[in-house]
């Protein structure tokens, strides 16, 4: 996944809260819900949501978009700590 960078900052800084900004990451990724979301395109959604009911079910592909989330997360994370540890080494 790929943020835009104003995106990506407001992502840093989230995580620069600490506990809160953590929290904050916990509860929107615990709220996705792939069964209310909406596309651009109605047909689309229409398509893909009929998909998902005739296999897996909305509540596997929701685990499934929040462990990517996780993973993707986790990189992020990684590279926030790395950028601030090289800008902390800089003179």
Do not use: Y
Not at 20 to 31: D, L, W
């Amino acid at each position: 996944m790929v943020l835009p960078p104003d995106q990506m900052n407001s992502f840093n800084r989230t995580l620069s809260e600490g506990e809160s900004g953590q929290q904050k990451v916990i509860t929107e990724f615990s709220n996705i819900d792939v069964e209310n979301a909406r596309a651009s395109v109605p047909k689309d959604e229409e398509t893909v949501k009929t998909l998902i009911q005739k296999t897996v079910g909305f509540s596997k592909v929701s685990e499934a978009v929040q462990a990517n989330l996780v993973q993707w997360c986790t990189q992020a994370f990684a590279q926030h700590l790395t950028s601030k540890i090289s800008g902390a080494k800089s003179p």
